[in-house]
């Protein structure tokens, strides 16, 4: 048996593209996902940031899933102090209604923005992520069968038992999720400090719930993959490009790939962004599958999703096939609790 494999998307917007080219390439990364053998696609919500497509999160979801037949679709994640739970419910509920079986929610905490963006998206910033795991019951409650006497019912959404996953990059997300009793899914592709301790916090401290029977935890890898591991090299340039020009608060599109990344950041950016991108697999398809091996041994990892941010949209599907070969090839550390 091989471990469960899925995609996280950022709907990055390639320089000299629309963000109407980036949502048109990912729902093609579905389709072709679907195909490869991938258990979910997820698309991240972010705001403010000209790189990425996917900030109206539950409407790009839509339109992905109405490409697709059979994939799991869902948010990696929603930024819940974003939203008021109902709203979340509705959304979500809605694409349940409309492709059942196939729709799930990922809950992170944070704003997906920085504080001027989060305040425009709240007008205020009273909601915030301390209220998170009140917020997470309350939306258990609205997808839930309705109580005689329930006064505030989403619909659609009620009785619909919408899959909930909490996603984070510290041990506090890995709390909740345990307490809960829900799948986990941790952000090492940009994060990956305190991946090991988040692990052993979800898996020793997992309660069963009615959703989850035993814990299941999922681990962000950033993959890179080509035919050659020089190749692969040369198209992770684009992310170490990105990920330079946010130290320099300088974000914008996603660039193109670059011969000499070296002459493009100083020495210092060069391990800040080396450090970021530690859970990253980049190279030939042996490369690849050697790497998505060690990191599901270290980790104990019951589910890889996988990141790929590359600017041409072609290697970027090849990129993805590449690493479904992989992933097919790699032994999982135990039987997945469900997929």
Known sequence: MSIPYSILDLSPIPQGFTAGDALRNSRDVAAHAEKWGYTRYWMAEHHNMTGNASSATAVALGYVAAGTQTIRIGSGGIMLPNHAPLVI???FGTLAAIYPGRIELGL?????TDQLTARALRRD???NSDQFPQDVQELQHYFGPVQPGQAVKAIPG???EVPIWILGSST???QVAAHFGLPYAFASHF???YLMEAMRAYKGLFKPSAQLSQSHAMVAVNVIAAD???EAQYLFTTLQQHFTRMRR???GQLPPPIDDIESFWTPHEKASVAESLACSVVGSPETIRRGLQQIVEKTGADELIFSGQIFDHQKRLRSFEIAAEAARQVNPAREPAFV
């Open 89 to 91: 419910a509705e959304q």
């Open 108 to 112: 992170g905490r944070a704003p997906g």
């Open 158 to 160: 009620a009785g619909l």
């Open 249 to 251: 608060n300088t974000r």
């Open 191 to 193: 994060a990956p400090d």
């Open 228 to 230: 050659t591991d020089e």
């Open 125 to 127: 910033l009273q909601g």
């Open 172 to 174: 506090y997300g890995a």
